[in-house]
């Protein structure tokens, strides 16, 4: 599967990669896992850049308008660093894998909020989780919270 990039007619990179990954999703042979699917570097740096500049005031501000602007290239994002990263030091940490990623501080409330802003942007683009997510947790189940197919 290609990386999600590029432009087309000049307009918002990350327009064109979500309009992209949204039919990726779409697509009947879709990958099973949202952390399966390949962003381009420029794309994350992009997204991060957008959290960087935004106007918003806090930081859970800033990130709400990548869910709400970008939803499929936001929660992929966040999927991805999750299969990147988790367990690859400390067991189940993640939060500090999601901090660098992001460039923004995860602890409460801040992590709820995102997690609900998750489940939302999912329900947006009509995919279905296997559960809930009340909060980002770490137990060994944790992954499963981004599948995007039921096991």
């Given amino acids: 599967m290609k990386a999600l990039g590029g432009t087309l007619g000049g307009g918002d990179p990350l327009d064109y990669a979500e309009r992209r990954l949204r039919e990726q999703l779409a697509a009947e042979e879709a990958l099973p896992f949202l952390g399966h699917y390949p962003l381009e570097d420029r794309v994350r740096e ?3 850049e957008r ?6 005031g806090t930081s859970g501000r800033r990130m709400r308008l990548l869910f709400l602007h970008w939803p499929a290239l936001t929660v992929a994002w966040i999927a ?3 299969a990147e ?20 501080v995860w602890a409460p409330p801040f992590s709820r909020c995102v997690a609900e802003w998750f489940h939302w942007a999912c329900r947006c683009l009509d995919l279905p989780l296997r559960q809930v997510i009340r909060g980002l947790c770490t137990s060994p189940d944790f992954l499963r919270c981004w599948t995007l197919r039921p096991f």
Avoid: D, I
């Fill in 46 to 48: 992009a997204l991060r």
């Fill in 51 to 56: 959290l960087r500049r935004q106007q918003a």
């Fill in 80 to 82: 991805r660093c999750a």
């Fill in 85 to 104: 990263h988790y367990g690859t030091s400390s067991g189940h940490e993640l939060y500090p894998h999601l901090e660098r990623e992001t460039g923004l």
